[in-house]
Each structure stands twice: as structure tokens, then as C-alpha cells.
């Protein structure tokens, strides 16, 4: 097989008409050759970090979508339906995805659970994660997200870090803000990445001390506008990745639409191309082509390098979408899930308080950080209920692998006027979360996820809705373009009640994750990132 275009090579910066010659799924010649053609050849992209369970979406159907947007590789952590199911969970992820043919890189989930104080599915331990590094199909340790306990020498962190070193193995990192004397305790550890710098400067800090910086853009986290003025000067040591991404925008683009952001801000195209294609492939080590002769055929067909419309995705030589269209058949699987709880009574939901001011959660549109805030409770027949006057509301975490009280906070700028949503998608333990005007309305959401064992929901006086998620609670069972098509209109129906948020249950199912200052809940109670201990949500 022969292709023919403009031949884009990213490590000697030149550009040149050409052909690639592909026989047995390897290039076995890249060569300059005159021709009428057009259209540009480089690389495929890969996303440097994604959880796929993100997406809503089985290994296998998230492959069919990402191939038409030019996306050849994925470096994956299946931590969340890790703290699901375990390691049987991640199996399952690793075999789902080696039946199609993009190449998922998975990782070895480095805290399940992701702190001690949640409950979790699963526990993976040092011992687990021994084992599961000696496994090829593992790539790297995945995100350590217990930055504490690399700080503060935790015997079990410590032996995990260890076991990827043995096995010459990457080391990701979490550890958004960390500064000074602290992430460089952290890199020393053996930490080479982050993608959760949300500043110029921390990112800045974090390239000179020697870490790769991995510019997010998902569905909820979105720091491309603040790291990519670094991409200019430190293009050998940064890549792109998504991290978590709703199946709506999964269906409208992945890294291609990045390319296409940092072009237009004026960065040079080569550098561009080397955080999207090469380094990760560099970095984490895969078996994925960068367009050199004996390379697997891994590369994509586009129409310009400025808006990077990806006309043809190769891997191994096999033409496997074009023009829009994917030739991945859907593939066959057992579902797995693990969800023990019954349904909830209103009074399960009402918090006895006379408190005058309570801690509130202040969420913050396309961050996963959040602010803590004062307000003034408002109390009904002694029960602290919701205020939708000051858009302070009512929130609760209920544990799904087994019957206990409901944990409640308050949590401000969900905005909604009427009902509630709620969502069995809760990093990183996937406990069932919900917010909402009323406890009536809470019960009745955090009930249809229950009844449903698993999804995402809407409810109001009139109407109820919801997307089921019975893989492990967290994926469909269903395509992309039938679950990408439910959950915009979840989604739309979530604004209609009243949701200013960009994407209410992205930035909902972050509101769980105690790795990330300042204010979260877990199933245990309202939990202060910053100091790292549980806290009260009546100001005393």
C-alpha cells in the first residue's frame, strides 16, 4: 500500500512531497516523490492521559470515535472502574480494548481507593500493583494522586513507586498547586509527569524542576489557555491530554481540536506536533509509529495544518476511518458492575441544625479546584435545607456498595432552580452523588440512579430522566452516538433547570474528589483538601 501527500516530519521540522509505503502493518519506505496531492501526512495523536470511563463509554466504542478525529493511541488510567471493581476492572478495560484496532496503553491504578477517607469498591495494594507491573499490557504506574503520602514517606506509596521503578516503568503524576520544597520532594520520588497544573507559574516551575507538563482540556478541567504560552520554549517536554471527556464532545474532536487552538495562537506547527504525537510515544514508551521507516504504520490523512480535519486514520497499515467514518464494529462484552445499596427514604437526606453559617463548597466553572466559603444556613423545622435565593444547595454522597447514612454538604453555583441531578459517576470512588432543590427531589434522583444501578439523572416535579451506566456504574452498555445523543440532552435538560455550568455533571462528578483542595464530599462527611482532614459543615 502506498499513501501520497505532503510529508510532515516532526523531528528533522520539514515538510516535503512524498509517500509512505506500507506492507505487513510496518512503513517500509518514506520517501520524496512529486505528485498533485495535496493533503498533509504526520503522525496520529495520542491523548497522554485519559480515564476512558470518562467518556461514558467501553474501551471499544470510545476507539470508534476517536480514530475519526486522527487519535492513534492512548495513554490510559483505569483507576476509575479500578476503585469499582479492582483489578478485575482493569482487566477487563485491557481485553475490551485490545479487540479494536486503536492502541489503548494502560496503566497500573496507584490509589484505590484514592484516599482513606471514602469507601471504595476494591482496594489494589503494593503487593497488587507488584504483580501487575510485570504484566506487558501495563505501561506506567498511573496518576499518584496521595501526594501526602510521597511527603510524608508512606511505607505502601513508597513500595508502589518502587515496583514501577523495577520494572522500568513510568511514574505519573497529580498534584495540582504543589510548589517549592514539596514537588521537588515529589519529582525526587521518581515522578516524571502532571497534568493537573492549573497555573503558568506552577507549570513553569514544575518544566525547570524536570517534570513533563501535560496541557488539559476535558469536559470540566480546561488549562489550555493558561500553559500553552509555555509550549513555545518547553515543546520537548510537554504533551496534550483530554483527562476526563463526556461522549457528546468525544463526538465533535479530541487532540486534533488542540493542534488546531495552539496554531491559531501562533505556535509554531512542529512543536505543536511533537506534544500531541511524539513525546508521549517517547515518554511512555509505545508501540506506536512516528512516520520513520520500520515504525508501525501508524498515521493520519489531514486537509491543512491549520484546522487539522483528519481525512484518513492508519494503524498497523489498516485504513480504519475516513472522511468522518469509522470502519470499528462494535464488539461484544460481558457487563460487570458492583452496586449494593437500597433505595433512600427524605429523611435519610434532612440534617438537624441550628448553626446561623455553614461551610459551603464554591464550585468553579472549568476547574476541578474548589473554593470554601462562609453563607448563612437557611432552616426549616430545624432541617438545613436548600436556598436557590443564594444558589446554595443541598448535596449529598450516598455510599452504593452498601447500606449507610448519606453524607451532606452544601455546595454553591450549580444554579438550579427546580428538582435535582445526580450521578453514579463520583470520583474517584463512584459513590452515588446528587444535588438538588429539595430532599424530596434528592430522594427521588439518588433512587433512579439506584434503581438503575448506575447513570446519570434528572429529575423535577414533571419529568425524570436518565442515562443508565451499567458497566461497573460508570459506562454504557450502548454507541456513542446513542449515548453522546442522551447525554446532551440530559445535559440540556440540567441547564433548563437552571445550571450555568458549562458541563454540570462533569463538574458534578468532581465534587467527590478529595485529592483536590479546597472543599469536597465524600460518602464519610465534608472533607478539606487543603489540610487533608474532615471538617464541619456548620461554622461554629
Not at 505501561?139 to 506509596?157: C, Q, R, S, W
Not at 427524605?346 to 479546584?369: H, P
Not at 470512588?429 to 433512587?447: C, L, Q, R, W, Y
Request: aromatic residues 6%; charged residues 25%; hydrophobic residues 40%.
Amino acid at each position: 500500500m502506498i499513501v501520497q501527500g505532503n510529508i510532515v516530519d516532526i523531528q528533522n521540522k520539514t515538510i516535503y512531497k512524498g509517500e509512505v509505503e506500507v506492507k505487513d502493518g510496518k512503513i517500509i519506505a518514506v520517501r520524496a516523490v512529486d505528485h498533485s496531492v495535496e493533503n498533509y501526512i504526520l503522525p496520529g495523536f495520542v491523548d497522554a492521559h485519559i480515564h476512558i470511563e470518562s467518556s461514558m463509554l467501553v474501551p471499544s466504542e470510545f476507539a470508534k470515535i476517536a480514530v475519526k478525529h486522527g487519535t492513534v493511541a492512548t495513554v490510559s488510567d483505569p483507576h476509575e472502574i479500578a476503585n469499582v471493581l479492582g483489578v478485575k476492572g482493569v482487566d477487563f478495560m485491557i481485553e475490551n480494548g485490545k479487540k479494536v484496532p486503536l492502541k489503548f496503553n494502560f496503566g497500573a491504578p496507584s490509589c484505590v481507593p484514592a484516599t482513606s477517607f471514602e469507601s471504595a469498591g476494591a482496594i489494589i495494594d503494593s503487593d497488587d500493583i507488584k504483580q501487575m507491573m510485570q504484566n506487558p499490557d501495563i505501561k506506567y504506574l498511573a496518576e499518584m494522586m496521595n501526594y501526602p503520602g510521597v511527603l510524608f514517606d508512606d511505607e505502601e506509596v513508597l513500595k508502589k513507586i518502587q515496583h514501577a521503578k523495577d520494572n522500568n516503568k513510568p511514574i505519573d503524576g497529580h498534584a495540582p498547586g504543589l510548589r517549592g520544597q514539596d514537588v521537588s520532594k515529589y519529582i525526587a520520588a521518581g515522578i516524571s509527569t502532571d497534568h493537573e497544573c492549573f497555573t503558568f507559574e506552577e507549570a513553569q516551575e514544575k518544566l525547570q524542576k524536570g517534570m513533563k507538563v501535560i496541557i488539559r482540556e476535558g469536559s470540566a478541567a480546561k488549562n489550555f489557555e493558561a500553559l500553552i504560552d509555555l509550549l513555545p520554549e518547553h515543546f520537548e517536554n510537554m504533551m496534550f491530554c483530554s483527562d476526563d471527556k463526556h461522549p457528546d464532545d468525544l463526538l465533535l474532536g479530541h487532540i486534533n481540536q488542540l493542534c488546531e487552538r495552539a496554531v491559531a495562537k501562533g505556535v509554531d506547527v512542529f512543536k505543536v506536533l511533537q506534544a500531541a504525537c511524539t513525546n508521549p510515544v517517547k515518554h511512555y514508551k509505545l508501540d506506536v509509529g512516528l512516520l520513520q521507516k520500520d515504525d508501525f504504520a501508524d498515521f493520519i490523512v489531514v486537509d491543512s495544518l491549520e484546522k487539522f480535519n483528519v481525512l484518513e486514520t492508519y494503524i498497523n497499515g489498516e485504513l480504519i476511518a475516513k472522511n468522518g467514518e469509522s470502519f470499528i464494529d462494535p464488539v461484544p462484552f460481558e457487563v460487570l458492575n458492583n452496586f449494593n445499596t437500597e433505595k433512600k427514604k427524605v429523611s435519610d437526606f434532612r440534617f438537624e441544625s441550628s448553626a446561623k453559617n455553614i461551610n459551603v463548597i464554591e464550585a468553579l466553572d472549568g476547574e476541578l479546584v474548589t473554593n470554601k466559603i462562609e453563607s448563612e444556613s437557611l432552616i426549616e423545622n430545624g432541617n438545613l435545607i436548600s436556598n436557590t435565593n443564594t444558589d446554595v444547595l443541598k448535596m449529598t454522597v450516598v455510599n452504593r456498595y452498601k447500606n449507610d447514612v448519606p453524607a451532606i454538604a452544601f455546595i454553591k453555583n450549580f444554579g438550579i432552580k427546580e428538582g435535582a441531578i445526580a450521578s453514579s459517576v463520583g470520583h474517584d470512588s463512584h459513590n452515588i452523588i446528587a444535588v438538588g432543590v429539595t430532599d424530596e427531589a434528592i430522594t427521588k434522583a439518588v433512587n433512579l440512579i439506584i434503581d438503575n444501578k448506575g447513570g446519570i439523572c434528572a429529575v423535577t416535579a414533571t419529568k425524570e430522566e436518565i442515562v443508565s451506566l451499567p458497566v461497573a456504574g460508570i459506562m454504557s452498555d450502548k454507541s456513542a452516538e446513542e449515548i453522546g445523543k442522551s447525554y446532551a440532552a440530559l445535559d440540556a435538560m440540567a441547564k433548563d433547570m437552571g445550571s450555568k455550568l458549562r458541563a454540570p455533571y462533569m463538574s458534578l462528578s468532581f465534587m467527590a474528589l478529595l485529592v483536590i483542595p479546597a472543599l469536597k464530599l465524600s460518602d464519610k462527611g465534608l472533607f478539606d483538601g487543603t489540610s487533608f482532614k474532615f471538617t464541619s459543615v456548620e461554622v461554629a
